[in-house]
């Protein structure tokens, strides 16, 4: 309990000390398509702020605070011997901070910090066997040899290029890297955005959003992954009861639709990923992203 009041004394600290700009819901399921396994599901609050602003270079900062819970589980949910397994079933509550900047709208940087921790302090399996028996009146998980309680720290970049191609169409490339305890990943994604959005990766500050618009994207990413604790545990212990190879390279199909305007945000996201491990019995998993955005 320590740890979890720890992160949301944090969290509110941080959200009290910015004047209000936008604040962002943001929901990862896949029991849309009538799954629930691997990526079950993610959980996202965030609140973040324009902090700077240079009208002769056309340069815009962003400072955001994110508040997350992801979960992990195996295809057979209910399963209680390690053979029936999958996928390990694994939690993860983190808070990250990123600032971002963006030039002409053309091409930007971001950089994260993030602090988080693993296992029961993660609130995964208490929050996922909660929503099953009171909101779909299913049993609880197993939670069968569950990944161990850790703290992780990463640091995290992104780069991305806008593209122009017409007045309402943009190739967006962008590589990112993440370097953390918990995941260590570097990636390469190509994108292509058509309407009166912002012509950016979507996982960008909403804030550029903030005016009357619409667009559509597709993307696919690469990704080599050299350390992915929800499968293979800790880098410095084996504490971890139960774990599994994970696949190196992986890739993942995604687009989304968005619109918006002064006050308000709405934005949907549909991802197909590869295995994150050859122990898979289904060989790619789908989810949907639901984002929402208020602006101040």
Not at 84 to 112: A, V
Request: proline share 4%; aromatic share 16%.
């Amino acid at each position: 309990m320590r740890s979890q009041a720890f992160f949301l004394f944090l969290y509110w600290l941080c959200f009290t000390g910015w004047s209000q700009s936008q604040l962002t819901l943001s929901v990862d399921n896949d029991l849309y398509f009538k799954t629930d396994y691997y990526y079950s599901s993610g959980l996202f609050l965030s609140h973040g702020k324009e902090i700077q602003k240079d009208s002769s270079r056309l340069e815009r900062h962003f400072s955001e605070w994110k508040l997350g819970q992801m979960i992990y589980n195996p295809s057979k949910r209910y399963a209680t011997e390690l053979e029936s397994l999958d996928y390990p079933f694994s939690g993860y509550l983190f808070l990250r901070h990123q600032k971002e900047k963006i030039i002409l709208n053309k091409r930007g940087y971001q950089y994260t910090i993030e602090l988080g921790v693993s296992g029961d302090a993660s609130l995964a399996k208490a929050a996922q066997n909660l929503y099953h028996e009171w909101i779909l009146n299913l049993p609880p998980l197993s939670w069968t040899a569950a990944m161990p309680q850790q703290f992780h720290l990463g640091v995290g970049g992104n780069y991305f290029q806008s593209l122009a191609l017409g007045d309402y169409l943009a190739l967006v490339p962008d590589v990112r890297g993440t370097l953390s305890t918990y995941q260590t990943r570097a990636a390469l994604r190509l994108g292509l955005v058509v309407g009166s959005t912002a012509k950016i990766p979507f996982d960008f500050s909403p804030l550029l959003n903030a005016q009357k618009g619409w667009g559509l994207y597709v993307a696919w990413q690469q990704e080599y992954v050299a350390h992915d604790f929800p499968l293979e545990g800790g880098l410095f212990n084996d504490a971890a009861v139960f774990t599994m190879q994970p696949n190196r390279g992986r890739d993942r199909l995604e687009c989304g639709a968005v619109v918006h305007n002064r006050d308000w945000k709405i934005q949907a996201s549909y991802y197909s990923s590869s295995q994150d491990t050859p122990g898979q019995r289904h060989p790619r998993h789908k989810y949907l992203n639901i984002q929402i955005s208020r602006f101040f």
